[in-house]
């Protein structure tokens, strides 16, 4: 019989309680945000921001 405590490398650690109750984030397409526009603006929090469709189909967000 072995008297050695385990390796804490070989013990499964659970996740934190927070990740159980974190719902899965919303995952939205940009077809579906931009709507056939190259440009669309977002308001959050008082504040206007601009999201652009580059020319080579890349996405910037600017404030």
Known sequence: MSTE???PATLA???PASAELTPPPVRWTSDIL???AREVQIEHQGCTYRLR???LGK?????
Not at 59 to 63: A, E, G, P, Q, R
């Open 34 to 36: 931009l709507a056939g």
């Open 13 to 15: 650690t659970p996740p």
């Open 5 to 7: 405590p385990p390796n």
């Open 53 to 55: 469709l580059t020319q």
């Open 59 to 63: 996405l910037i967000l600017t404030k």
